[in-house]
């Protein structure tokens, strides 16, 4: 998804979350960004598989998170930016294809605390996806000072 097919607001999320080394590594792609909705894919990496074309529980924690508190993010005010705080993951069926797809949302947008989710699907090939893992987990919402801005 290119930046300017987006509002500025969620333009400045996704170029912030891209900024990010840990999503660089992961290869993390945003493919729809909306209030309260974020979509990402991330390749099926062999440096992040326990064996060869499975991917390992915490590539899929990460993908998770980021889809879920960037969806949060995406509910926030101009100024203000969010921290994981807490995180859960369940993965049901092997994440293996191509890449992994995460829908991110939010379950409830608080002023202090937001608590958000991700759906996890494994993506063939031939674009089919079959669902492997969720996350769960809190965000702290944060007016931005200089250490996050
Ligand atoms: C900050 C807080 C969340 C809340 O702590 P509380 O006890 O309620 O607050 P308290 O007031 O005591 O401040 C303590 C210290 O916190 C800092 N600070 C506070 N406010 C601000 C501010 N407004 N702006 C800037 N900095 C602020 C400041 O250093 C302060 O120290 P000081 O007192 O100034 O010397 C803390 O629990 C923490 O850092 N946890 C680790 C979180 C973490 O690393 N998560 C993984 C992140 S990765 C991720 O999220 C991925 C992702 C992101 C986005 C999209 C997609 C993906």
Same mark, same amino acid.
């Given at each position: 998804?290119?930046?300017? &097919?987006?509002?500025?607001?969620?333009?400045?999320? *996704? !170029?912030?979350?891209?900024?990010?080394?840990?999503?660089?590594?992961?290869?993390?792609?945003?493919?729809?960004?909306?209030? /309260?909705?974020? #979509?990402? #894919?991330? +390749?099926? *990496? $062999?440096?992040?598989? @326990?064996? +060869?074309? *499975?991917?390992?529980?915490?590539?899929? @924690?990460? %993908? /998770? $998170? @980021?889809?879920?508190?960037?969806?949060?993010? !995406?509910?926030? +005010?101009?100024?203000?930016?969010?921290?994981?705080? $807490?995180? !859960?993951?369940?993965?049901?069926?092997?994440?293996?294809?191509?890449?992994?797809?995460?829908? /991110?949302?939010?379950?409830?947008?608080?002023? %202090?605390?937001?608590?958000?989710?991700? &759906? %996890?699907?494994?993506?063939?090939? &031939?674009?089919? #996806?079959?669902?492997?893992?969720?996350?769960?987990?809190?965000?702290?919402?944060?007016?931005?000072? !200089?250490?996050?801005?």
């Amino acid at each position: 998804m290119t930046a300017t &097919d987006l509002p500025i607001a969620l333009q400045h999320l *996704q !170029s912030t979350v891209l900024a990010m080394p840990m999503a660089r590594t992961l290869g993390l792609r945003f493919v729809r960004a909306a209030p /309260g909705a974020v #979509e990402l #894919e991330m +390749p099926i *990496q $062999d440096a992040f598989c @326990f064996r +060869p074309g *499975q991917l390992q529980a915490t590539a899929l @924690f990460a %993908l /998770g $998170d @980021f889809a879920a508190v960037s969806a949060a993010g !995406s509910l926030l +005010p101009p100024g203000w930016a969010n921290a994981t705080v $807490d995180g !859960s993951v369940k993965l049901f069926a092997p994440a293996r294809g191509c890449h992994v797809r995460a829908r /991110g949302r939010v379950v409830d947008a608080g002023r %202090l605390l937001s608590i958000c989710a991700a &759906d %996890l699907y494994a993506v063939a090939e &031939d674009g089919s #996806e079959t669902p492997c893992a969720t996350w769960l987990g809190t965000a702290r919402n944060l007016e931005v000072r !200089s250490a996050l801005a």
